[in-house]
């Protein structure tokens, strides 16, 4: 994973960049990271995201309202968003808000 002056991690996986979250996902931990590099990335107009959520243990409604906001620009400019490997308790929040059947969903980078 490289930085390349990104508030979070990010790697090329295919047509795909890959955005990689810590432990905590959060308003007060990544969210603003997070936000910061969707921006950025869109600002770089890439149009193919997949957030890694594989070390995130939580997400708040904040990080679900970035991934929605996110989700919706880039399907605007024909790009998708994907969420790759999220914990068990981690995917239930996007089963219990129904963004399961809004997202897809990948366990790893050869899905993608």
């Known amino acids: 994973m490289s930085n390349n002056g990104m508030p979070l991690p990010t790697k090329k996986a295919g047509k795909f960049t890959v955005l990689r979250t810590g432990k905590d996902v959060t308003?007060?931990?990544?969210?603003?990271?997070?936000?910061?590099?969707?921006?950025?990335?869109?600002?770089?107009?890439?149009?193919?995201?997949?957030?890694?959520?594989?070390h995130a243990a939580i997400v708040d409604s904040n990080v679900l309202g970035i991934i929605v906001e996110y989700h919706a620009r880039l399907n605007r400019r024909g790009g998708?968003?994907?969420?790759?490997?999220?914990?068990?308790?981690?995917?239930?929040?996007?089963v219990r808000t129904q963004l399961n059947k809004?997202?897809?969903?990948?366990?790893?980078?050869?899905q993608l």
């Open 80 to 94: 998708e968003m994907v969420i790759m490997n999220p914990k068990s308790l981690v995917l239930e929040t996007f």
């Open 27 to 54: 308003l007060c931990s990544d969210a603003p990271k997070m936000r910061d590099a969707l921006s950025i990335l869109l600002d770089r107009n890439e149009r193919f995201i997949c957030v890694d959520l594989s």
């Open 102 to 110: 809004v997202l897809r969903f990948v366990e790893n980078e050869s």
